[in-house]
């Protein structure tokens, strides 16, 4: 074989291209969130009052505990603490007493989407949708251009 590194660097593209795509597929899953919430929502933090439990048969999903204005008072400062369970709990893990970034619909506070979960350490975040997809279109580009330059 006359070119060793051409070999290396094709295998190096194509791990990088099939991990950007992994990655970007989990964005993508799970940026529908905010479909299923059906509008762009009122951000604001909590956190999880209560993770997934089993007793018997029956398993109840996690409760996460946030602010809203209250449902007949629009205009009423956040003083409505609600305890709901999100409508994607089971998209990532949520982990009693961690810090959440939410999205609720202004029209039925009650109806709240997980956008970002935080582990409770300061600055390690679990997951984010928009770092997902970064990190996914950035692995596909650099794939393509390890690609291309392998033959130039």
């Known amino acids: 074989m006359d070119q060793p590194w ?33 509008v762009r929502g009122v951000r604001t933090k909590g956190e999880v009052a209560r993770g997934a439990r089993r007793e018997g048969s029956t398993t109840h999903p996690p409760q996460v505990r946030y602010k809203a204005p209250p ?42 989407v997980v956008v970002r979960t935080d582990s ?12 997902h997809l970064a990190w996914g279109v950035f692995f596909v580009l650099f794939g393509v251009a390890v690609a291309v330059g392998s033959f130039l």
């Open 6 to 38: 051409l070999t290396f660097s094709l295998l190096i593209a194509a791990f990088t291209l099939g991990l950007g795509a992994w990655v970007l597929r989990i964005a993508f899953r799970r940026r529908r969130a905010l479909a299923r919430l059906g």
């Open 71 to 112: 449902l007949d008072h629009r205009t009423a400062p956040p003083e409505q603490t609600y305890r709901r369970t999100p409508l994607n709990h089971e998209q990532q893990p949520l982990q009693p007493g961690a810090g959440v970034i939410l999205r609720y619909d202004p029209r039925d506070p009650r109806r709240v």
């Open 120 to 131: 409770g350490r300061p600055g390690y975040v679990f997951y984010s949708a928009t770092a």
